[in-house]
Nanobody, 116 residues
Framework: QVQLVESGGGLVQPGGSLRLSCVAS????????MAWYRQAPGKERELVARISSSGGVTNYADSVKGRFTISRDNAKNTVILQMNSLNPEDTAVYSC?????????WGKGTLVTVSS
């Protein structure tokens, strides 16, 4: 059974950091492009960061460039999103996505709240 399970969300003050993890099971992670998306209240879901199957290529939304870093450890079936210098506009549910050809898997998400 394919599963993506996110963790690491929570409440953080502006300027703080969080580290989100996505643990995959039921499929070979190294075959998939992995990404983090987020959806803020009342807004559409948006791509935050994407990483190629090998980890050699990464892409970021302009709003998070220089603050967020995506990485992966295929041996541990894990994808990480390191988030620094968080601001209230980063408040959202963050979801992990795995994509390959016609296959498209999603986790349930983890809530990140940035507030003082």
């Amino acid at each position: 059974q394919v599963q993506l399970v996110e963790s690491g969300g929570g409440l953080v003050q502006p300027g703080g950091s969080l580290r989100l993890s996505c643990v995959a099971s039921g499929f070979t992670l190294s075959w998939y492009v992995m990404a983090w998306y987020r959806q803020a209240p009342g807004k559409e879901r948006e791509l935050v960061a994407r990483i190629s199957s090998s980890g050699g290529v990464t892409n970021y939304a302009d709003s998070v460039k220089g603050r967020f870093t995506i990485s992966r450890d295929n041996a541990k079936n894990t994808v990480i999103l390191q988030m620094n210098s968080l601001n209230p506009e980063d408040t959202a549910v963050y979801s992990c996505n795995a994509r390959r050809l016609t296959e498209d898997y999603w986790g349930k998400g983890t809530l990140v709240t940035v507030s003082s």
